[in-house]
């Protein structure tokens, strides 16, 4: 195998990997953070814009954690310095 | 194996593994999104409609990670990079 | 092994893995939804069809997930782009 | 070993392989839904047939995803379209 | 190793694996079933026909499953089309 | 290795595999099945002659996938077709 | 190594492992079993001997899965078929 | 390696992996029966003799899945019919 | 393979890594902490001030090991000194 | 490698293996029994003699396990026969 | 692969895999710990000075074990006396 | 690798193996005797002289498998009969 | 590879590896600490105090086996005998 | 590699492993034996002082564990007769 063909197949690996594993656990924190807000919810009706409030603020912190997780993808997949390096060289 | 095969072999092994690893806590995060809305509705029925928008919000917002994983595994079947470099060269 | 095997043979893994993988969660999920949706029915047996109408579009948004990796899965064992242009070449 | 007997090889282990993990978590789900329905029964006699009848559906949907897998599994080893473009070869 | 002997061989590994893997959780889901019923029957001695009667379609549903591995694990070993393809050869 | 010993050394690993990988789950299906058979009982000694019937009903339905995996490991050793087909070639 | 020594190997490693797996989970289920009737006995004394009738013949069908095991072990060591046509060979 | 090796370092690996992992579960078992039995006797100190003797009769039955381990662990170092056939040829 | 491909290659492997298995748990702890957050609103709407506050200084803290592994990563893709030394060997 | 140094680096690695994987049970059900035991006697202190002794006879038989495991382990390093029999030929 | 390269891999590799590995469960703690600190002020908002002073150095003992592998992490990137040693030599 | 070399080397790793991974759980067990103790001592803190003495006589049975597995460790590295044998040939 | 990079490569291995598994359970058993602590004081605010004092020290001792692995690490790193052996070799 | 090398790497990584590993579940242990002691003393603030002592003689023996694993990794790094044994050689 040559160079090209291993930084190709290892962005490619990795693009996937990262990805799916790190999207794993976000989402679980999500549908944990979104199950506590309906049964809040239930219980104190009243209160319904202070938690909804809330939970978009904590779903839009747990999410960013995926999100690195994607643009580390697209960064090996896109623009990767590597892979620039390899083919120009 | 040749380059273009490795490449082709990696793109099929990644997009099968994003797909079916980044889908399962989300279907595990939504699972327990709607079965708390479930729970919380029969508590109290009169604030259904509250908790069915914040349901929907919340499925849509675990339902995006198992998307990125869908849209990483489409690009590395059908818009793969690496791909068109080999196989143009 | 030549690059016809090797693509056909990496093809069937990922067939058979991505849905075996993939649907193992959503079906936890959604065993999950419906055991919640009888408790809440035996609960508040007169919310019963508000609780049924959201557990079906719930049961739709995680049936959803085991759908993409079933697509993803028919996708390389009949359409399968790395294939086609491995037997053309 | 020829390309016959690793595309068969291949087959054999993915169809065993899909069907036995993929039929692991829809029987827990429908464990799990199952032993929900006859609680719900035994708190609330009265809503038995709506119990019943709400049960069936969720079985179904959960019952799909392991047929899902059945059909990945009987499709690679009787119709498989990799083994026929071998064999004809 | 001749094709014969690896077709066997691994016809032998899946036909093993595929009925051990896959009985596993059924029995478990069907444990919880039965277990669920017996504190059903205890809670409300007046509904024993109706639980009894749900357990057995339940019971039925989780057994499926279970029955789809040892279908492919006796196709496995009696109606192997890929073996029947070998020694015919 | 010629091909005799390797399909009975196949044969032997599945056999050991096949019944203690199988038996695991029954087992843990079944105590949990008659530990709350018990407490049904002491909660409820009237019902006793009910909860016992269905708790044997129950216990062989889930002996029935132990015995699955125990008829596959004595297929394999006493009546193995591939075994038969490779000593008579 | 030499057909006569892989088949010895192969049975000795299979007998160990078929015990040593096999019993690990029938000693949890019995433990759960025998927990569950001291529990019950303690909370209804007065049903102590239809508990432990029903707990003796629990504990049998669960010792059973643990005897399958012990079983297919000692043909492995003392009336292997395979064992017997290599070194008769 | 010669044979007589193989086999007595096989016969080692089983017999100390036949120990210690079949003992692990009866000693957690057992661990539960006695911490369950010490709470009944507690809860309850006029049952102390019934369930004194039921834990006795249930320790003696998870024992004996220790036991069969062990067993088979001695068989292998002390009456090991493969080594004694190997030592002997 | 040459120095410079090795040393891309473990790089992006270790990128990708980093943030996926570095972003989990975070986003785990995030979930539980804006959960309980919801929770506690419900229950005591009065100190939503102080609790929202708590919970944002919390998050924050919790983040912060998000980013540390974020920043390992983009230092191993764009600022990695080993990549600087060899490329400039 | 020879003989002699083979069977010395197997026995070394079971002794160990044995005994550190073999006493981790038995600690935590002797753990779990012991804890059950103070919160017997903080609930009845009247009972404490009876407890004690049950506790006593049953720790007696979960360390059994663990001695089980350190038998085979001094067997193996003080008394091992396939040691005698290699170093003696 | 020379010295040079194998130690800049090595380096990258630990300096990724510590600082992800070891920030995970001071995330997890820090979760709990930030988790529970709410439901204290929700059930206690008169001790919430008392309360959010011991969380904040909580937290700073939990950040510390998280902080000792970034320094680790960083020390292995920038100032590595085995990379120093070797490039030198 | 000569004889001396490797039973040393496999000394060392069981040395360090037995003890690291034989102290896990004692140090669990012990870790929840001691918990429940101090619930104990709470609840009924006239049961104190008790609970106290059968506590130590519980520790002191956990931390006998420690110590198994620390004499097993030390028998390694002091008094190995092997290394000896070995050294001296 | 000679021996003063198999020493580098090794001893930066286990110097991240030491710091980041030692660091994961102290970070959670302090998370758990400083959780009890909170609601204790929010259960008790009188004993503020004793609580935090008796917090202090726990988290002491738990972080020391944190510093335990901290200590060997930069040993590893920083006063590593066995480099310094080979590298005045 | 020459022996002098083996030994040397062998023992750092063993040193390594054993204190990382062995440290993890004392610290667990640790963290639930404070957690329960702030416990008890938040409901019980009469009996602080004997649960304190308690505590701390419970927190020694924990403790105890984790030196045994720290004594060994030092006994491997600074007095390891086998190191000494093969420099002297």
Known sequence: ????TIIAMVSIIMAGFTTSIGCMFPALGEGKSVATALTSIAQQPDA???ITRTLFVGLAMIESTAIYCFVVSMILIFANPFWNHIILK
């Open 1 to 4: 195998m040559d160079s090209v």
């Open 48 to 50: 319904a814009p202070v």
